[in-house]
């Protein structure tokens, strides 16, 4: 091997690096909300919640940008849409 060839490879090996610690940064941060967690939100880009045909408590995600730009997953508890329907 020549140093081109070694260089070469170093190089790639630090961009291939660089490109799984850039992939790692972007994976939205994974919580579930508590009473009383002090929660930055910028902008909230999707809320949704399971589907439920009655009245009942179901799991909700709320997906966001905080004020670093980070997008964050949030998982809590509220009442399903049917509840609001006054059914």
Do not use: W
């Not at 190089?11 to 002090?38: L, M």
């Not at 589907?51 to 809590?76: F, I, K, P, R, W």
Request: one cysteine or more.
């Amino acid at each position: 091997m020549n140093i081109k060839t070694i260089s070469a490879i170093a190089v790639f090996a630090t961009a291939s690096f660089g490109a799984v610690a850039a992939q790692a940064a972007a994976a939205p941060v994974q919580d579930t909300y508590h009473y009383g967690q002090h929660l930055d939100i910028q902008k909230v880009l999707a809320d949704n919640a399971d589907n439920s045909m009655t009245c009942q408590v179901v799991g909700a995600h709320m997906t966001y940008l905080d004020s670093q730009h980070q997008e964050h997953v949030l998982n809590y508890r509220r009442m399903a849409e049917v509840c609001n329907l006054g059914e």
